[in-house]
Nanobody, 111 residues
Framework: QVQLAESGGGMVQSGGSLRLSCTVSGGSFSAYPVWWYRQAPGKQRELVASITRYGDTNYADSVKGRFTISRDVAWETVYLQMDSLEPGDTAVYYC?????WGQGTQVTVSS
């Protein structure tokens, strides 16, 4: 059974950085795109970034130039490097492979 697990969240000040990791067990990311989503309190879940099996990436306009999605060579971990964080980035961040979701990791950015 494929399971996803996010890690790396925490609390940072505005302008700081965090790197989130999404690790897969019971399978591999090599056959699917992987998406990072986030959900802030009282808001709908929104797409943040994606990476295809070929390594092509895409970003929400709100994070372009600040966030970078990447993966390890073994396709077992997908990362989300988040720089120049803003209070508006505060949310629970989830990874998704088209069929499974992780439990989420909380990111809190203070001003």
């Amino acid at each position: 059974q494929v399971q996803l697990a996010e890690s790396g969240g925490g609390m940072v000040q505005s302008g700081g950085s965090l790197r989130l990791s999404c690790t897969v067990s019971g399978g591999s990311f090599s056959a699917y795109p992987v998406w990072w989503y986030r959900q802030a309190p009282g808001k709908q879940r929104e797409l943040v970034a994606s990476i295809t099996r070929y390594g092509d990436t895409n970003y929400a306009d709100s994070v372009k130039g600040r966030f970078t999605i990447s993966r390890d060579v073994a396709w077992e971990t997908v990362y989300l490097q988040m720089d120049s964080l803003e209070p508006g980035d505060t949310a629970v961040y989830y990874c998704h492979n088209g069929a499974n979701w992780g439990q989420g990791t909380q990111v809190t950015v203070s001003s």
